[in-house]
């Protein structure tokens, strides 16, 4: 093989006895007094390299950039069952000093000097794996929903009205008018649907002006969207992300058992989640924990125990809760056929947290007309919204995952940040 042609550092135990050309980053350096070990890491992994000869005591600061040649020598000692013995070395780009120790098992500083130094941070291993796991979710996600003949959709992030309500919408100056940042891709993923794409879904950001400083909030998150045309109900809603999650956790598992295993996380297979009425949930909490719940509504601590109680029962992390009250669901929420009190919506408890929402929409105009004035809502601000409802908008309805909040209870992640490569809270802005 060509010795200038790079080589991951997985790849080496294919190159025995050959001369390989390797970059990337100085893990550790070890000298002796008549040989050095440098711990070479890539995005593959890492490998041994032993300098002898003129190249012993190398000196060079850990997570400088390097490139180098040697040979790639079978060895009983590493678990790759191969080292490099190296001939050549040059620094690419040497690094100062780093402010924390990156190349531990952990990290041992607290979340904002984690975060403060977010791209340092993720030098260390175990930071490293939650962003690849990450980019699985969502390959698993597009991949898993392009089989089932969605699209893709790309839909605007400044926008002329809120689409979820409430007073959590980022206002910004347009050319002397007043728009907002989109708090989801709601009514333009039902504008798809009407469109006639049938199936859509998106993965982008989205922005909440929530003054919440907690472990689960951000301000900007990212929203994996799902709508579709044609249901019979919200039941096939569930249905699918039911579906869809086992096929996400499968990918994960297949693909990112490195990190996984890093991680320290072993992965369940998925069943057919357990489902509760709201009124159910509220009457279990108050039947097994004496435990009151906010009108039409569990808190924090309702959903935790909630989770709980099925993991115990169901052997399940996820539990979804159905049919909310009208009043607490946003002005597109399908009411109940039978009880319009309550309505054709569901949320997804994983492990406590709420990673979902979803339901069926209102598709007949007049109903619609009438829930967002119930709502005390100003019609006209949604005309652009509310008049394509006059021409053949069919019965459909979807939901939306949080990305970060997702793979923060994957991975036992306490505060969602850490599942955020650049997070946005009330105090960050930068990095
Ligand atoms: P909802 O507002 O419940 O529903 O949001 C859906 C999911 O998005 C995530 N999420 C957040 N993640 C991090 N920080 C936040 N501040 C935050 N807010 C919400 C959660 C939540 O379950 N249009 C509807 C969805 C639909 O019906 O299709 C919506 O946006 O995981």
Redesign the pocket.
């Known amino acids: 093989m060509d010795k200038n042609q790079r080589v991951l550092t997985s790849e080496c135990s294919e190159h025995v006895n050959e001369v390989v050309c390797l970059k990337g980053w100085i893990h550790r350096v070890r000298n002796l007094r008549k040989v050095s070990f440098v711990i070479l890491k890539d995005r593959s992994g890492m490998i041994q390299c032993v300098l002898g000869g003129e190249l012993t005591n190398f000196k060079c600061t850990n997570e400088s950039a390097v490139e180098l040649s040697g040979k790639v020598v079978s060895t009983a000692q590493q678990e790759s069952g191969v080292e490099i013995h190296v001939d050549d070395i040059k620094v690419l780009s040497p690094s100062v000093p780093m402010p924390f120790e990156v190349n531990n098992d952990d990290i041992e500083a607290n979340l904002d000097i984690v975060l403060n130094h977010r791209v340092l941070s993720m030098r260390n291993q175990k930071v490293q794996s939650i962003f690849k796991i990450q980019s699985k979710i969502v390959e698993a996600f597009q991949e898993y929903l392009r089989n089932k003949s969605f699209i893709q959709i790309f839909t605007p992030k400044l926008t002329s009205q809120g689409?979820?309500g409430g007073a959590?919408v980022f206002k910004l100056p347009y050319f002397g008018k007043e728009a907002y940042l989109a708090?989801?891709?709601?009514f333009y993923?039902q504008k798809m649907i009407s469109a006639g794409y049938e199936r859509v879904f998106e993965v982008a950001p989205?922005f909440?002006a929530?003054e919440?400083n907690s472990s689960?909030?951000?301000?900007e998150?990212t929203?994996m969207?799902?709508?579709v045309g044609f249901i019979d109900g919200y039941e096939e809603l569930m249905k699918l992300e039911n579906q869809l999650l086992i096929h996400i956790f499968q990918m994960v598992k297949q693909s990112c058992s490195n990190e996984l295993r890093l991680l320290n996380i072993e992965l369940p297979e998925l069943k057919v989640f357990p489902k509760l009425s709201l009124l159910e949930a509220q009457h279990i909490l108050m039947e097994q924990f004496e435990k009151t719940s906010p009108k039409g509504d569990l808190d924090r601590e309702g959903e935790k125990l909630i989770s709980e109680y099925i993991e115990k029962e169901f052997s399940s992390p996820f539990v979804f809760i159905t049919n909310y009250p009208t009043d607490k669901r946003?002005m597109?929420?399908m009411p109940n056929q039978n009880n319009i009190e309550w309505t054709d919506?569901f949320?997804?408890i994983y492990k406590g947290?709420?990673?979902?929402?979803?339901?069926q929409?209102i598709h007949d105009y007049h109903q619609l007309i009438k829930s967002i004035v119930s709502k005390g809502l100003i019609l006209d601000d949604f005309k652009s919204y509310t008049d394509i409802f006059q021409y053949g908008v069919p019965p459909h309805?979807?939901?939306?995952?949080?990305?970060?909040?997702?793979t923060a209870q994957m991975l036992d992640i306490k505060n969602?940040r850490e599942a955020t490569a650049f997070p946005r809270d009330c105090d960050r802005l930068t990095p």
């Open positions: 689409a979820e959590n708090q989801s891709p709601q993923k989205v909440r929530e919440h689960r909030h951000l301000n998150y929203s969207d799902v709508e946003p597109y929420t919506s949320d997804l947290v709420e990673i979902t929402s979803g339901g929409r309805g979807g939901f939306a995952i949080g990305l970060e909040r997702l969602v």
